[in-house]
Antibody, heavy 117, light 110 residues
Framework: EVQLAESGGGVVQPGGSLRLSCTAS????????MNWVRQAPGKGLEWVSN????????FYADSVKGRFTTSRDNAKNSLYLQMDSLRVEDTAVYYC??????????WGQGTLVTVSS | QSALTQPRSVSGSPGQSVTISCTGT?????????VSWYQQHPGKAPKFIIY???KRPSGVPGRFSGSKSGNTASLTISGLQAEDEADYYC??????????FGGGTKLTVL
């Protein structure tokens, strides 16, 4: 069974940083691209970032480009999201999502990030 | 990276059919046959229900079907059941390893 477990969410002040982690199990992590998708409270889904299985190619939504960095450690079956220069509008549940040929077939339960002073 | 346009809400009675539209542009929905749909119940993570416009993942009932015409994709749910009440999101590949979601549609089963 595919499992994705996010961690690292919490409360941070505007301008601060936070690092999210996602631990994967139940599949060969190194062969799948992975994504981060977020959902602000009461709002819709927003794609945030994609990292190819190669570990070096990353892609970002315009809203986070230059502030967020996605990485992965295939030896640890782990995905990371380094979030810097956080803004109030980054407040959301962040989901770790497996990429299956241009769609998102497995989602974690999400971790809440709150940016507030 | 503008969001795809979905109706904010739709409703139907048990046993009826409903269709949710998802309108994008010639740069996303119109260009790629990589439209997917997700169902989200309150407080839960989204669930993958349609991919590549028309395909259903294993375990998704045949009552769920997808289609596309031009820049608009659609999700049809036939034989509505109470458990279908949820939020539904479309998503399209937009090129260069980027994706765009719709704003979401709340389905109410009357």
């Amino acid at each position: 069974e595919v499992q994705l477990a996010e961690s690292g969410g919490g409360v941070v002040q505007p301008g601060g940083s936070l690092r999210l982690s996602c631990t994967a199990s139940g599949f060969t992590f190194s062969t799948y691209p992975m994504n981060w998708v977020r959902q602000a409270p009461g709002k819709g889904l927003e794609w945030v970032s994609n990292i190819r299985d190669s570990t070096t190619d990353t892609f970002y939504a315009d809203s986070v480009k230059g502030r967020f960095t996605t990485s992965r450690d295939n030896a640890k079956n782990s995905l990371y999201l380094q979030m810097d220069s956080l803004r109030v509008e980054d407040t959301a549940v962040y989901y770790c999502v497996r990429d299956s040929l241009w769609s998102f077939d497995n989602w974690g339960q999400g971790t809440l990030v709150t940016v507030s002073s | 990276q503008s969001a795809l346009t979905q109706p904010r809400s739709v409703s139907g009675s048990p046993g009826q059919s409903v269709t949710i539209s998802c309108t994008g542009t010639s740069s996303d929905v119109g260009r790629y046959n990589f439209v997917s749909w997700y169902q989200q119940h309150p407080g839960k993570a989204p669930k993958f229900i349609i991919y590549d416009v028309t395909k259903r993942p294993s375990g998704v009932p045949g009552r769920f079907s997808g289609s596309k015409s031009g820049n608009t994709a659609s999700l049809t749910i036939s034989g509505l059941q109470a458990e279908d009440e949820a939020d539904y999101y479309c998503c399209s590949y937009a090129g260069s390893f980027t994706w765009v979601f719709g704003g979401g549609t709340k389905l109410t089963v009357l």
